[in-house]
């Protein structure tokens, strides 16, 4: 699955945020709600990992959670660590977990290396996730985040991989935990043992709404943040990098998103159909739920009604989809 932004994006006031390139991003309609320099190239620390751990969970979706034996070079690597040593045991589900919410190099390295036999031919798979993704101003160097001359990204990119990263029910579930146990087996004390990780993300206890996603820093990036939040019966997910006050960034910036969303309440359809014994009944239509965007226009009704129904299809015999400047921000169903 892949995202294009198409739509004309809001400019907020600057002054207001820290982050030297920031967005707010609404996957479900596919817009840009606030912006500023969101196509810059920027190092972008451990939101790296984002990547990393989906293609790792896609990968125990295909092959099974498979039982990592560490080895030196795996663990060897610089930066926040999970704390594995050689010798250690552990499921690659434990490790996506403890990249996530602990932001361990050492499990990013220690999954790229088991699956691609190097970090080098993990980091291909990255990039060319990348290209698969149609991120553009996207290069990877690390499968952790570290800091390499050709390691790079931009807030627009990262919205878009989050916007696929989250269609992962796994990913979802992790990335909204405050705190996850795992457990492996330690070389050293030569037993398994039992670790509790709490998420970097205070954004899940200090903001409503929010489901995730994933804190970063090095000296060259400074802070970055993705996070994602769910209001309204609208999902948004908003990026920073380098913002030295990213918590209040992201505050803000949702509280400026919202404030922009609109309601839009359908109006009654009654449609005359016929059945495939020639009978005209009456449809109409089924919830009629408020919808919700954050964009400007007039909203467009398309109905699609097939040319004769039959009665076991009754229920849901035509559809009805509302489209705002050529995108398409609701459907609904007709029938008795």
Known sequence: MCFVILAVPFKANGSNISALSYIVYSPDTDEVVLEKDSEKRLPMASTTKIMTALIVLEYIEKYGDKLVSVTHEMCTVEGSALGLNEGDKINLSSL???????????????????????????????????????????????????????????????????????????????????????????????????????????????????????????????????????????????????APDDWRDHTQLYLSAYERLKKYTPDDINV????????????????????????????????YLPRVIYYENIEKCGKIYYILNGKIIGTDYLGL
């Open 272 to 303: 005359n159909i016929y059945t495939a014994s020639r009978e005209r009944i009456k449809i109409k239509l089924k919830n009629k739920m408020p919808l919700s965007f954050f964009g400007e226009g007039k909203i467009q009704v398309k109905i």
């Open 96 to 242: 996506v977990k403890g990249m996530l919410l602990a932001s361990g190099n050492d499990a990013a390295n220690t999954s790229a290396i088991f699956i691609s036999g190097s970090t080098e031919g993990f980091v291909k798979l990255m990039n060319n996730k990348a290209k698969e993704y149609k991120l553009y101003s996207t290069s990877f160097e690390t499968p952790s985040g570290l800091d390499g001359e050709n390691h790079y990204s931009s807030a627009k990119d990262l919205a878009l991989l989050s916007a696929v990263a989250l269609e992962n029910n796994s990913f979802r579930e992790i990335v909204k935990s405050k705190s996850l146990t795992i457990e492996y087996y330690s070389a050293q004390k030569e037993k398994r043992i039992k670790v509790n990780l709490k998420n970097h993300n205070k954004l899940l206890v200090n903001l409503e709404g929010c489901i995730g996603i994933k804190t970063g820093y090095t000296k060259k990036s400074g802070r970055c943040l993705v996070s994602a939040v769910e209001r309204d019966g609208r999902r948004l997910i908003a990026v920073t990098l380098n």
